[in-house]
């Protein structure tokens, strides 16, 4: 990973997880953000993640010690091996056939515990479009001081507000449409 620190020029899109609104941002500074932490303009932790990284080479070729240590851990390795797994169809594709990604590729993730009060994750519940094996490699802790923790407490209601709309499907004209007790 320190080869990509050392990447100052390249940029990365990421997404902020809070607002899935994708941006730009240095290599090396979302590296700093992850390691250091970093703040939005209202004070709380940005969520920011990175997919599919390294975005133009393969794993193997921009970090082949990373890529050597990861494939020892894979379960199944019949199944998950992405260059020899014996019963992985994708590696039995014959030369000159387009062969489809198969990685690994990291998805480096920074949050908090608490996403305004409530327990909540940078990876949203999603479908992938083909078969996936995620590993969890590395959490740590992210100290939240006097002034987060009140910046989030005042945050609160309105997110609060949010959800109810969003659960219970309340449009702009005041029209509800409760998504539990819908028939449909």
Not at 163 to 180: F, V, Y
Request: charge should be negative; hydrophobic fraction near 35%.
């Amino acid at each position: 990973m320190n080869r990509a620190i050392c990447q100052k020029h390249e940029t990365v899109k990421v997404l902020g997880c809070s607002n899935l609104e994708e941006e730009s941002v240095k290599t090396d500074l979302f590296f700093t953000w992850y390691t250091k932490g970093c703040k939005g303009s209202s004070k709380q932790p940005h969520m920011l993640k990175l997919k599919d990284w390294p975005p133009s080479e393969s794993f193997k070729e921009c970090l082949p010690n990373h890529f050597e240590e990861f494939v020892s851990y894979l379960p199944y390795k019949e199944y998950t091996h992405p260059v020899s797994g014996s019963i992985n169809l994708a590696v039995k594709f014959p030369d000159g056939w387009l062969k489809p990604d198969m990685g690994p590729k990291a998805y480096i993730a920074y949050g908090f515990a608490k996403e305004l009060g409530f327990g909540d994750s940078v990876t949203k519940l999603h479908c992938d479009m083909s078969d996936a094996v995620n590993v969890l490699t590395h959490v740590a802790e992210v100290k939240l001081g006097y002034e987060d923790v009140t910046a989030i407490e005042k945050l609160m209601p309105k997110n609060l507000e949010q959800d109810k709309r969003e659960l219970h499907d309340i449009h702009q004209d005041g029209e509800a449409n409760d998504i539990i007790s819908s028939d449909t």
